[in-house]
Structures are given as structure tokens and as C-alpha cells.
């Protein structure tokens, strides 16, 4: 089993800056991808960053330049930072993992059912 914590700001005015952290532990391996994905009130749940062990990175289109993933690998953690941020991006914040070797021409980084674990989620709140 793999477990994930997640940690950082979860608050802040229009137009600030939030990093979130999820430290991974457990049967952790070498090989992954780790995912940040969001759920607003009503609508589905979406990725908007994922970066591979190798450091390969993929981003929602709408948030390309605002959201940052980002990895300490020796340690485990990996970051979004996000910037400029609006209160259309208020949701629930979630990070994910997935450790199976797929081909990455088979892999969609951003789908929510790649990801056979999850951290518990948090309230990220951005007022206006």
C-alpha cells in the first residue's frame, strides 16, 4: 500500500500564490507518475498536473502558466505551486500516484483513473 499526505496553503486572495505539498510513502518505487488533480462543487474531477519519475510534465491546458509540479525525488514530495490564482479555481485538491510500468504511449497522465491512489483531499480556497 501506498500512502499520501498531503500538506501546504490552502487559502488565499485572488491573484496570490498557494503551494501545496504530498509526501508518498509505503511500497513506494523508483518508477512513477504522481498526479494533482481538482473537483469543484457539481463538476467532475480533473487533472491539472502530472510529472513523471523521469521529470517529464503535463499540464491542463488552462492552467499552463500558473500551475508548477514539481518533485524532490530522494525525498518523496512533490509540489504544485500555483500563481495568479482566481476564485473559479476553488475546489477540492487532490494528489494522486500510480507506480505501474505503462507505456507512455498508452499513458494518460492527466486521467483520474490511472491513479490507483489518492491523498485524502483539501479545500483550497481562493476569495475575491
Known amino acids: 500500500q501506498v500512502q499520501l499526505v498531503e500538506s501546504g496553503g490552502d487559502s488565499v486572495q485572488a491573484g496570490g500564490s498557494l503551494r501545496r505539498s504530498c509526501a508518498a510513502s509505503?511500497?513506494?518505487?523508483?518508477?512513477?507518475?504522481m498526479a494533482w488533480f481538482r473537483q469543484a462543487g457539481g463538476k467532475e474531477r480533473e487533472g491539472v498536473a502530472a510529472i513523471s519519475s523521469d521529470g517529464d510534465t503535463h499540464y491542463l491546458e488552462s492552467v499552463k502558466g500558473r500551475f508548477t509540479i514539481s518533485q524532490d525525488n530522494a525525498k518523496n514530495i512533490f509540489y504544485l505551486h500555483m500563481e495568479s490564482l482566481k476564485p473559479q479555481y476553488t475546489a477540492l485538491y487532490y494528489c494522486?500516484?500510480?507506480?505501474?510500468?505503462?507505456?507512455?504511449?498508452?499513458?494518460?497522465?492527466?486521467?483520474?483513473?490511472?491513479?490507483?491512489?489518492w491523498g485524502p483531499g483539501t479545500q483550497v480556497t481562493v476569495s475575491s
Open positions: 509505503g511500497n513506494t518505487y523508483s518508477t512513477y507518475y
Open positions: 494522486a500516484a500510480d507506480y505501474r510500468a505503462i507505456s507512455p504511449v498508452l499513458r494518460k497522465p492527466l486521467n483520474r483513473w490511472e491513479y490507483p491512489y
